[in-house]
């Protein structure tokens, strides 16, 4: 797959540190059971080493780009992509006890 570019207008910054990775998903301190809810997965920095601790991790993610390589890289049942603006998305139709990151 080709290199993204950070889109200016959506405000991306990447994740690319892994002990930083490390020390945000260590914080976040996920469990099955927990609903986890990812604001702009991006190109998958926390991701991925959150689906190593969850069955299943929803993420919201507005750059069609990023969408389709987050569907080609997870199956649906793993990774619960919600397409659109975070800011606009009813985080309640997901229920209560969210972890948002």
Known sequence: M????????FGQNFLTDPN?????????TPRDGDTVVEIGPG???????LLAR????HVVEIDRDLIAR????????????H??????FD???L???????
């Open 70 to 81: 987050l569907k080609t890289a997870h199956p649906p049942e793993r990774l619960v992509i």
């Open 20 to 28: 930083i990775i490390r020390k945000i998903v260590d914080a976040i």
């Open 43 to 49: 190109l998958g920095a926390l991701t991925e080493p």
């Open 95 to 101: 229920g209560s006890g969210l972890k948002v990151v």
């Open 91 to 93: 985080f309640g139709e």
């Open 2 to 9: 080709t290199e993204h570019r950070a889109r200016k207008r």
């Open 54 to 57: 969850l069955p299943r991790l």
């Open 83 to 88: 397409e659109g603006d975070a800011l606009e």
